[in-house]
Each structure stands twice: as C-alpha cells, then as structure tokens.
C-alpha cells in the first residue's frame, strides 16, 4: 500500500462525487454529467476523486469507475500531477478496476481484512485505504489498522453527513489531528472560506461534494486553495 506524507505539501483535494444533483433533463440517471464533472475535476488538477454513488450495483459502480479511470486517463488532463480515483466502500470494484484506492466506512469491511486483501492482490501497486472517522477512538483504531489517511467529520453542518449528528467542530478536528501520525482529511460542510481553518487546526486537506461540484470554474477554485498551507 501507498505511504503519504503528512507535511510540507500543498493541501491534498478530494471531490466526493454525488450525481444525483448533476442530472440533467436529457439524462436522467445522472452518469454523463457525473463523468464530465469528473474530467474537469482531473483536469484542474484535484488530487483525489471518490466515486460515492452508494445506489448502485457492484457492477454499475465497476463500470462507472472504469470510465472515470479512462476520462481522468486521456492525454488532454495536465494537472498538477495525475489524479488519483477512490472507490467509496466498494473494495471489490477498486480492486477489480484498478483504481489508486478505497475509502471504508463504518460499515465497510475492517481495515485491517481490507489490508491483507489489498497486500494479498496487488503487493506493490500504489493503493491506498481510507477510512471515515467520527471520534478520536476511530481514528487511533484506523491508524492501529494501517489506514493510510482518515476523513474526519463532520465538521460543519452539512445535509449529506446529517446522520452522523451534529457538527465535531474545529476544536475536535485539531484533537483527531494531534491523535495520530497520518494525514487527516476534514469534510462536512468545508466552504472556500473554511478550508484555512481546518488546515490551521492540522488537517492534511479537505474533501467536499458541493465545493467541487457546483463551482462554476474549478480551474480557478483549485488555483485559489493551492494557495493554502497545510
């Protein structure tokens, strides 16, 4: 599995892809525009894209992935650096695909089993594991298990992580940070206005659905947080 550092770089960026605020009259199901969103975030050099499309089956989510590998892929992207696809909790597809990673959740399969998967089929491909944290236990437990980043959240308000309760606020984040040694991505309710915040209180980056998805130029939107520090 991949190692990351935790210092000294720009702040990592990951869009969590939701294509159900992407449809369009002429496409109900949503996966066009997702895969268009997906080529723009790429091409303006975001470095982690997770493909969360929690209603569809393995085998949609295999084929959705595969596409957004080969749009991310094509020789018009110059970014930064090439962009990394996540699969959300679907460790099967990521591995069945290719992608650069998975992120587990509270009810995906334990980070250690996921580990000795990944170690068992790929043994020196460049994969990482991340999982979704909500207190400072799960993080220590998730780096005890070899996670190689967490997401901790939420830590603004936000309707998509409303079933995780109310916000964990700045204070917590800095806590989960001094916690443990690896990169700790904040998401749930991260603004352009906020993302300074949660790098200042030891966050490694941020990830976000809205930030990315509705920006109306995300060339410029990426430029803007480049600019930051972690």
């Known amino acids: 599995m991949s190692r ?7 702040p990592i960026l990951c869009y ?3 294509r159900r605020t992407l449809s369009r009259a002429n496409e109900p199901d949503g996966r066009e525009a997702l895969l268009h969103k997906i080529q723009e975030a790429a091409a303006a050099a975001v470095d ?3 493909i969360r499309e929690k209603d569809l089956s393995g085998k949609e989510c295999a084929a959705v992935t595969s596409a ?4 991310v892929a094509r020789p018009l992207i110059r970014g930064r650096g090439t962009t990394r696809i996540l699969v959300n909790d679907r460790l099967d597809v ?29 043994h020196s491909q460049d994969f990482l594991i991340g999982v979704s ?44 940070c001094r916690a443990v040694s690896l990169p700790v991505v904040a998401i749930g309710g991260i603004t352009l206005e906020y993302v300074g915040l949660c790098l200042s209180a030891g966050a490694s980056g941020i990830a976000a659905i809205r930030l ?19």
């Open 94 to 122: 990521a591995l069945s695909q290719a992608a650069g990673g998975v992120h587990l959740g509270e009810n995906s399969v334990p980070v250690e089993e996921a580990g000795k998967l990944v170690d068992s089929r790929i």
């Open 133 to 176: 944290c909500h207190s400072v236990e799960a993080a220590r437990a998730a780096a005890r298990g070899g996670a190689n980043y967490i997401f901790f959240g939420p830590v603004f308000a936000t309707p998509s992580k409303a079933a995780f309760g109310a916000p964990q606020g700045l204070a917590r984040l800095a806590e989960v």
């Open 212 to 230: 990315f998805q509705d920006a109306q130029d995300i060339v410029s939107l990426v430029k803007t947080l480049r600019t930051q520090k972690v």
């Open 68 to 71: 957004a590998i080969e749009r």
């Open 4 to 10: 990351l550092s935790n210092s000294n770089r720009a």
């Open 48 to 50: 982690w894209i997770q």
């Open 16 to 18: 969590v892809t939701d």
